[in-house]
């Protein structure tokens, strides 16, 4: 007999929940108690389940605009073959986006063309469909935003609008030398994001070569302490993905 007030109970557990998930008094849920019947409860519980949905759907779709991915990829169909993973992160760890919730970073490191930006960019669309907010920007356009704000006095705001990101994706880390200006504003970025969020870097350059990229040795090896000091590096070997097809359409 006792049942149905268990059944309540639990059911004035999942309204109160939804009503502060979604920003609501707790009004609703007092109502409920004072004067609602179970089938109002339980279709109170339903419209509040779908305007949950229907806001978390809205935002994932704001997240992938904001994200700024210059082309939009997915794990579907992604050929692992190149890629070596450390034994300390497994595949599966990987493609679940784990590593953001750790705030470990992940540097994708091997030749041009063997998948590392395809890989960057399907994990950040992983990212934003589980409503993780991410930033996607090619080193060199980093750098020009970054100067640009710099220059006109408002460095700090855009600072403030990219870190806003759980997960920041630098692409082509390393690909054109970077001044010394331009590098001190990268060194921000990387400062101020350890330990406060992931970051996944792709680059064709080894680390012994960052310090001539970036001018500086000394900056160069603090930002590769505070990169590695939380994180992964996954090799990619091989041919390049895009020459091995451009080839292969030439034979037929």
Request: hydrophobic share 40%; aromatic share 8%; glycine share 6%.
């Amino acid at each position: 007999m006792r049942k149905p007030r268990v059944e309540r109970s639990e059911r004035r557990e999942e309204i109160s929940g939804l009503l502060r998930r979604l920003a609501f008094s707790q009004t609703a849920l007092r109502l409920c108690a004072e004067e609602g019947s179970a089938a109002q409860e339980e279709f109170l519980l339903r419209v509040l389940e779908s305007e949950a949905g229907n806001r978390e759907e809205v935002r994932k779709a704001r997240y992938l605009r904001e994200a700024g991915f210059p082309v939009y990829k997915t794990l579907e169909g992604y050929e692992y073959q190149s890629l070596r993973l450390p034994p300390t992160l497994s595949r599966a760890d990987l493609t679940a986006g784990a590593f953001i919730k750790d705030r470990k970073n992940l540097v994708l490191y091997g030749p041009v063309g063997t998948g590392k930006t395809h890989l960057a960019t399907a994990l950040g669309v992983v990212a934003c469909e589980r409503s993780i907010r991410t930033r996607f920007f090619t080193v060199a356009q980093l750098v020009v935003r970054l100067s640009e704000a710099y220059a006109g006095g408002t460095l700090e705001k855009s600072l403030a609008t990219i870190l806003k990101a759980e997960l920041l994706i630098l692409d082509e880390w390393g690909y054109v030398p970077i001044d010394r200006h331009g590098a001190h504003l990268l060194f921000r970025i990387i400062s101020d994001s350890y330990e406060r969020r992931s970051l996944v870097i792709t680059t064709n350059t080894e680390f012994s070569k960052w310090g001539a990229i970036f001018t500086d040795d000394q900056m160069a090896a603090a930002m590769i302490d505070r990169l590695a000091h939380h994180g992964h590096i996954l090799l990619f070997e091989g041919e390049s993905y895009r020459m091995k097809h451009a080839l292969m359409r030439q034979r037929h």
